[in-house]
């Protein structure tokens, strides 16, 4: 049945303001004081021990100076790498502070839902260091010693692709954790590492690269203290579904871990990078460059760049639609009567629903449903005289429930298939490991399995680009159970691996379905090798309100690290998907205000695509709301005429189109250091969103020039330095602004006629 949109449009346009009442303050804190005793609130989203610290021990025979490459290699009372294109050291520690400690150690884990909860403290650590012998093996310098009394060690440097070195370390097998240092100067800041949110300057925090759940608030209170009482799931700053081991400095170094383990780094010490590694060897890379952006290129040479999306991708609206046949043409239909360009739909239920205590989920079975979708033919068949793609779903799990029931249609149990063949994972058992996915179960196929990934990927473009697919969202993957029994191991030691073979995976089904070209997947998870292995890249489920920890302010910073990683094709959920009903706060849904404050966000992004969320009716839904559908159109006018300003930078450069913090493209601006509310498209496109209900202006830090606002022609800035204004940005009008007299000024200046 169609839901009825009228009443509750109106009411989502009153614009929800979750200010708490003295009674509500109340409320919570009696809930603390009281009922926090006798429930007992989630273990930390991560328990660790502070690295080992040790002195440094050089033998005379090990001093010297060495060239590895273009690299300059200094060991005496510390370590210094210099490159002559760089204008600091690339890698330095401290005089008489050990570079190199271990540990070993035997981790906790507990997986909530995928939250997975991590709990290390090493049993016996090796924290001095002695450097016994260096010599040159051709091109390659090696490092030799002791750690502690007994422990020996390995470092192998040697010049990889121009402009970066290659670290390989190695300790003997009594341990399994690495600590390697790089010193750091009191006003560097640290950016990257995949989807962080904590900041957009990363100093303080101690960061897991672990990929898992981010969680439901992050944070934020008290949503987050209620989320954990009831359902243990609100993780925090320290989760996230994307990591990386890039990152960049205001000083234009890079020190990378390119490796597939467990992976921490501390940025708390006031003078250094600290990384962790759970192995005995670890690989890193170290990139000689004078300003960010330069080092983040010579990375992304190692660990690649995804190309651009499709050129159709930027003609308009990705409409995540749902609910069968007529409800889509129904909805479509408003959207175009609206004006708005529409280049794809996203049915994401074409698997068929199911309802559960978190909302509308799908069936797990990679079948389509005619049930759900009677006379599909016809509707893509229609789309497609439209000019209209249809996308689709899927994930790296199966149900067993789904399978039974699309078997009982006569089609396809895809459950009852992996499980004969062996390969999904298992428990300890031998039997197959069914988790608990809020409400029903499912298992992962087992991605360390070669024939797997190869039959998965087989049926991906059988049974999803079989029926008429473009694409699809490639959900999940951030790992499988650590406990699981997988055909390669453990799920714990394919953990970081696993978001990558996903990607894989998804890229050969695009190869068999000959989608190669044309094709758009997007993935949630993610690890270093994505920035190459993932067409395109999704920032997840965030909560439907304006939070810094996780809402719409949060995707600016994560916008911001991902780019600085290396990600170049990222976009998000416009309004985000996570609406959840909580006693004492009330209905946390989106309202008009901030679907639309969130589509203004997203105008630099590649790809424009609307969520029905898990709750649609109680989240604002434009394909419903023929009013807010009209307000949103001009906003997708402003994604389109952006798109051959980002087919010119993708052209330049792979990282070109990422929306940057505007210091990686001006590192020397003390004004722009600051800017951490705003993004850049290339030198010449600025956008600082409205973060916050209510707010009809923005500050807004413009670099040197003239700049125009695009919506009036009203010019800013001043020719020689940079410059803080106060833009007017009210609702639909954000502050987009571009360099006066460039070609995107020209393109843009339709906008206003």
Do not use: C
Not at 113 to 134: C, E, F, I, K, N
Not at 451 to 469: C, H, L
Not at 504 to 518: C, H, S, T, Y
């Amino acid at each position: 049945m169609t839901r009825s949109a009228p009443a509750s449009a109106s009411r989502r346009r009153l614009g929800r303001r979750f200010a708490f009442s003295a009674l509500a303050l109340l409320a919570v804190g009696l809930l603390v004081g009281g009922v926090f005793i006798a429930v007992k609130l989630p273990a930390a989203s991560t328990s660790l021990t502070d690295p080992p610290r040790g002195d440094l021990s050089v033998d005379a025979q090990a001093r010297g100076q060495w060239r590895v490459g273009d690299f300059s290699v200094t060991l005496g009372a510390a370590l210094t790498v210099t490159h002559p294109e760089a204008a600091v050291p690339v890698w330095e520690t401290a005089s008489g502070d050990a570079f190199l400690s271990a540990a070993e150690g035997d981790a906790a884990f507990i997986d909530d839902l995928g939250l997975l909860r991590v709990h290390d403290a090493p049993a016996y650590a090796w924290a001095d260091q002695t450097v016994s012998a260096a010599r040159l093996d051709r091109d390659v310098l090696v490092l030799a010693g002791t750690l502690g009394d007994d422990l020996g060690w390995e470092m192998r440097l040697r010049e990889g692709d121009v402009g970066r070195l290659d670290v390989d370390v190695s300790v003997d097998d009594a341990a399994n954790r690495i600590f390697l240092s790089a010193a750091l100067d009191a006003d560097e800041g640290v950016h990257g590492f995949g989807a962080q949110t904590a900041a957009w300057d990363l100093r303080g925090q101690r960061i897991p690269l672990i990929p898992r759940e981010q969680g439901i608030g992050r944070g934020e209170q008290p949503l987050s203290f209620l989320v954990d009482l009831a359902a243990s799931a609100a993780g925090g700053q320290d989760t996230t579904y994307l990591v990386s081991g890039v990152n960049v400095t205001d000083h234009g170094r890079s020190m990378a871990y390119t490796g597939t383990g467990i992976a921490v780094v501390d940025l708390r010490p006031d003078d250094r990078m600290i990384w962790e590694v759970w192995s005995a060897e670890a690989s890193f890379s170290v990139a000689a460059a004078d300003t960010p952006l330069a080092a983040l290129e010579i990375q992304s040479e190692g660990v690649g760049a995804a190309d651009a999306p499709p050129a159709w991708v930027s003609d308009g609206l990705i409409a995540g639609l749902q609910g069968g046949t007529d409800e889509v043409r129904e909805r479509l239909a408003t959207l175009q009567q609206a004006d708005i360009p529409v280049t794809a739909v996203w049915l994401q239920d074409w698997v068929g629903r199911r309802t559960t205590s978190f909302g509308d989920r799908l069936q797990w079975n990679w079948v389509l449903d005619r049930e759900q979708y009677p006379g599909w033919e016809g509707l893509v068949s229609d789309l497609a005289d439209d000019g209209i793609r249809v996308l689709t779903y899927v994930n790296a799990f199966l149900s067993e429930d789904s399978g039974a029931a699309s078997a009982a249609r006569g089609d396809r149990d895809l459950y009852a298939e992996a499980a004969e063949l062996g390969y999904l994972a298992l428990d300890e058992h031998g039997d197959v490991l069914d988790a608990d996915q809020h409400g029903f179960t499912a298992a992962s196929v087992d991605l360390s399995n070669p024939d797997a990934r190869e039959w998965f990927a087989q049926v991906i473009a059988d049974e999803v680009a079989g029926v008429g697919a473009t694409g699809w969202m490639a959900d999940f993957a951030e790992g499988p159970p650590p406990e699981a029994q997988l055909f390669g191991g453990s799920g714990i030691e394919w953990r970081v691996r696993w978001p990558v073979l996903w990607q894989e995976v998804n890229r050969r089904a695009l190869e068999i379905a000959g989608l190669q070209d044309d094709g758009l997947v997007w993935h949630r998870s993610g690890g270093t090798a994505s920035a190459g292995t993932a067409d395109a890249l999704w920032m997840g489920d965030q909560t439907q309100d304006w939070s810094r920890e996780d809402g719409l302010a949060s995707t600016i910073t994560m916008t911001q690290s991902l780019a600085a990683t290396g990600m170049a094709q990222v976009h998000g959920d416009i309004g985000g998907y996570t609406s959840i009903a909580v006693p004492i706060i009330g209905d946390v849904a989106r309202d008009d205000e901030l679907l639309l404050r969130w589509a203004e966000a997203s105008l630099l992004q590649p790809v424009f695509r609307t969520h029905e969320g898990n709750r649609p009716d109680a989240s604002a839904q434009p394909a419903e709301d023929p009013e807010l559908a009209a307000r949103l159109a001009p906003l997708l006018r402003a994604f389109v005429a952006l798109g051959p300003e980002r087919e010119r930078l993708v052209a330049e450069d792979p990282l070109g189109a990422s929306a940057q913090h505007p210091s990686m493209l001006e590192p020397d601006d003390p004004l722009l250091a600051d800017a951490d509310g705003e993004l850049r498209l290339g030198p010449d496109v600025l956008l600082a969103p409205v973060v916050s209900a209510g707010k009809d202006a923005v500050d807004v830090v413009l670099p040197a020039g003239e700049w125009r606002l695009v919506w009036t022609g009203e010019t800013f800035g001043e020719a020689g330095s940079s410059t803080t204004v106060t833009v007017p940005a009210p609702l639909g009008q954000p502050a987009l602004l571009v360099r006066v007299g460039t070609q995107v000024d020209d393109e843009l200046a339709a906008l206003r006629r």
